[in-house]
């Protein structure tokens, strides 16, 4: 799902992995403080959303808050209702985009859809973008080597810019191949009864590759299901 928010990639604070009995999770960090406003908060998650909805690759952002008080806030503030009307709301809005899904995929020209459309040059500018960083990890461990930066600086700059670049190097990856994923739902004599069987990763995976799901929570009353979604065909 794509927040309606502000363009571009995220920089995150951070990044680490989570290793336990032999398995291991990258994530990035977001270290949140009580003078950093609410608005600038919730404009990161919704440009954590760029990189994932442009790939399949996702890693688990770890926002780091101040107190319990500060949580609830930006939740309140995400969400705009109690959990329990989000758990809604998100389950109208799944329902609402497989069946949209569904209904594409049904469509007599829905062979159409296996060919990849072009992107605009997007992944095209973020792998250049990936480069311009390669290149400043590269001038910061020469600088050291120079002794013109201490340890601890280039730590620093490394800490900052190596989160960057995975950003980075995800929104210039390439996408799934389309025929691989989408060929068996096609070719289907019942779509939906082939999009049941597929499992939940599968499915992100398929509205992922065909569609950017933007939604302004500015329009969304309690009972409206479909009011300010807005689905952009990939």
Known sequence: MMVHGPTGLPRPDGAGMWTERGRAVPFFLEYGTSGECLDVLTEKIAKYERPYAMSTWAWPVLFHLPSARREANLHHRLAGFNLMTVSRRRDR???YVEAVVIARLSRPDAAALLTSDDDGGERER???????????LDDAAASFAAGVI????????????????AALEAAAAPPPDRASV???????ADVEKAWDALSPDARRTVVRLLMEIRVDRGRRGPGSSTDGIEIIWR
């Open 126 to 136: 973020a792998a250049q973008a990936a480069e311009q960083v390669r290149q400043r």
């Open 150 to 165: 201490t340890a601890r600086q280039l730590a620093t700059i490394t800490g900052q810019l190596r989160p960057e670049l």
């Open 182 to 188: 989408l060929g068996e739902l096609v070719s289907a």
């Open 93 to 95: 809005l799944e329902e």
